[in-house]
């Protein structure tokens, strides 16, 4: 099977895998009891809390774990929702994740404005409209380090200085961004992120919300109310060895070479460049004139019949859109929101690389989709 589907989600790395083991049913405890156990489940609980901090830039008790950048993201949209007394404004960019635009979408059916930042025609937020739309009656701006589909990169330490110049809180999707571009919560001067562990070879089901300066600092109602844990912004009994298995994975991070992500980028241009020689020129890449994720390649194809295409390669994993969208042909809210001209007959391709994806994988790639392609 030849897997180019990362972006979707990556396999849990082995270390990843042997971290999380005794967490299950020997080191089983409760986080939270006061016994002997407890705390070893505590302590686990606690350097995992540092590894993910120190891979984010960020201070421990800034780091809290939830179910995954989806969750983190509505706590955050639904407390700014019930501050009693805000402002009501808020500015996302057009080609966010779902998690976003539904979450701005849900403050809007309560009575919030949203501003859909357009992007350029490669895939990046525009700056003078941005500097435009975000005013002092803007209460949060949320904006995309990188994208998932496409993978262009935002220009987030300019956005979030906009953000505080209007008093607004600024919140960074930045699930595609961790181990596949620098993340610095202090270099981005950002309120908070978002993030999920099964993005860098960690478990499903497991990710964090940053939040500047901790719990303490929170500035809206808790949304969710329980037994307290992590700061009472995510009360409920601990996921131990997800959260485990994400600090392993965030530990392997950080001590990850450099050149492997060059690696990437070279394998991706290969590519790119046999797949500009099957199609000529039919194809386009998105975002090729930007910064873009190393990994990430998304194509808009002429008249070809992806549903054959997707059909015969069926050893051959790859996505034509995000995860949540496929099963419709229609193009995404992100490739229709970048390529303003696309027409009915585009298709749009994502290919996504893992960290070891070899050449032979790119060689074999580019041979069956060449061999496989049927034009409508
Ligand atoms: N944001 C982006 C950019 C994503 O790519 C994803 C998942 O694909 C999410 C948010 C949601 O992550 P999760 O499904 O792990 O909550």
New binding site residues.
């Given amino acids: 099977m030849l897997y180019f589907d990362a972006?979707?989600t990556t396999p849990c790395a082995p270390e990843v895998l042997e971290a999380m083991r005794p967490y299950w049913n020997t080191s089983f405890a409760n986080a939270s009891s006061p016994h002997r156990a407890g705390r070893v489940a505590a302590q686990a609980v606690a350097v995992a809390r540092r590894a993910v901090a120190e891979c984010l830039d960020a201070r421990p008790h800034e780091i809290i774990f939830t179910s995954?950048?989806?969750?983190s993201?509505n706590l955050v949209f639904w407390g700014l929702l019930l501050a009693p007394r805000t402002r009501r404004h808020i500015v996302v960019s057009a080609i966010e994740?779902k998690?976003?635009l539904e979450s701005a979408a849900l403050l809007e059916e309560q009575g919030f404005e949203v501003t859909r930042l357009p992007v350029t025609p490669d895939g990046v937020v525009d700056l003078n409209i941005a500097a435009r739309v975000i005013t002092p009656e803007t209460a949060l701006v949320s904006v995309?380090a990188a994208?998932?589909e496409i993978g262009t990169i935002q220009p987030i330490l300019h956005i979030a200085r906009l953000a505080h110049q209007a008093g607004a809180f600024f919140h960074v999707?930045a699930?595609?961004a961790l181990g596949k571009m620098p993340v610095s919560m202090l270099d981005w001067e950002c309120d908070f992120a978002?993030f999920?562990a099964?993005?860098i070879y960690g478990p499903?089901g497991i990710?964090a919300l940053f939040v500047k300066g901790g719990p303490m600092r929170w500035p809206w109602p808790r949304p969710l109310r329980g037994g307290g844990q992590e700061g009472g912004l995510r009360p409920g009994t601990l996921n131990v060895p997800g959260i485990v298995g994400f600090g392993a994975a965030c530990e392997i991070l950080r001590q990850r070479p450099a050149e492997i992500l060059e690696n990437i980028a070279t394998l991706r241009d290969l590519l790119e460049n046999s797949l500009k020689k099957v199609f000529n020129n039919r194809i386009r890449i998105v975002g090729e004139n930007v910064e873009r994720l190393p990994n990430t390649s998304g194509l808009l194809i002429k008249d070809i019949d992806t549903d054959i295409l997707f059909l015969r390669c069926k050893n051959v994993l790859f996505s034509n859109g995000?995860?949540?969208n496929s099963g419709t042909i229609e193009l995404s809210h992100v490739v229709k929101s970048v390529l303003l001209d696309a027409s009915l007959d585009d298709r749009f391709l994502r290919f996504s690389l893992l960290e070891n994806t070899t050449k032979s994988d790119i060689e074999l790639l580019s041979r069956i989709i060449q061999e496989n392609i049927l034009y409508e």
């Fill in positions: 972006n979707a995954g950048a989806t969750e993201t994740h998690a976003v995309q994208n998932n999707d699930v595609q978002s999920s099964h993005k499903k990710g995000s995860a949540c």
